[in-house]
């Protein structure tokens, strides 16, 4: 079954003006395109399974809390919906309940970079508590913004290990690989067993994507690598095409260190199971 562990349901009307604005700066990814949930759907259709989901940081100039709902209903099966939201809340808890029993939501993506919080706060036990009892695994964005109001300490996934020791159980996704700290990220996971990561965006500078991925191998993690594209930034054949040619565009010499089995076996990784999403 293949999996695509990382997409999102924002609109570009989700953005402040001035967010909008930094996420078009310098070597920025985004303008965000507008999508319709029938676009998203033709765009994952080589795809059994996609986790979709928005982004909560009102305080960083971007919310999209609820939104992948809509795309789940249009997709009948074809999406598995996470809520997005900032677990340092009043109602966090709340939320997560509703989200979880009224909407179907199987997880949660947060971003503490831009929703401003710390994420091994020792406050924000009982929402981990929380997450971890109801089977909702948290996909974390860690690393880089291009958004300036965004501290980037709070994007460190060193933070995470604090979150990972406290609670075994809890399944955590570290997007990107927390690029640039992609050998921290590494150590987090090879060492924690709920702890996965995913390759989304590895292949935009492919330079620093061949070293992540020489870095998984070497630290022996790479069957805890999850295949994310971050659409739609990014098509997923598109991002698939990427990751084969990673090294050639990277401009690296000599013999090809990732090859088209290392792909598939990322291709084909039991996402839902490692994820306890497939009850
Ligand atoms: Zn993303």
Known sequence: MRVDCHTHWVQP???????????????????????????????????????????????????AERGSRCVCEAGSGQFTGFMALNP??????????????????????????????????PHLGPFYALAERLGLPILWHMGSTPVASGRLRLSHPLLL?????EFPKLKMIIAHMGHPWQRDTALIVRKNPSVFTDVS???????????????????GITDKLLFGSDYPLWNPTDAVESLRTLQERAGIPGPVRFDDAFIDRLLERDTLGLLGLDR
């Not at 009307?13 to 996420?23: L, M, N, Q, V, Y």
């Not at 310098?26 to 765009?43: K, L, M, R, Y």
């Not at 809340?89 to 939320?95: G, N």
């Not at 503490?112 to 091994?120: Q, S």
Request: charged share 20%; aromatic share 12%.
């Open 13 to 63: 009307h989700h953005f402040t003006p001035d967010a909008a604005k930094s996420w078009t700066v310098g070597d920025a990814v985004a303008p965000w395109p507008e999508t319709t949930p029938e676009q998203f759907s033709a765009a994952m259709a080589n795809w059994d399974v996609s986790i979709v989901f928005g982004i909560s940081a009102p305080s960083g100039g971007v919310h």
């Open 201 to 219: 965006g590895l292949w935009f500078r492919p330079y620093q994507g061949v070293d992540a991925l020489i870095i998984a191998q070497e630290w």
């Open 88 to 121: 340092s809340k009043p109602d966090a808890l709340e939320e997560v309940e509703f989200c979880y029993r009224e909407l179907g939501l199987k997880g949660i993506k947060l971003y503490p970079v831009l929703a401003g919080f710390e994420a091994n706060d």
């Open 161 to 165: 290990d604090d979150v990972a020791v």
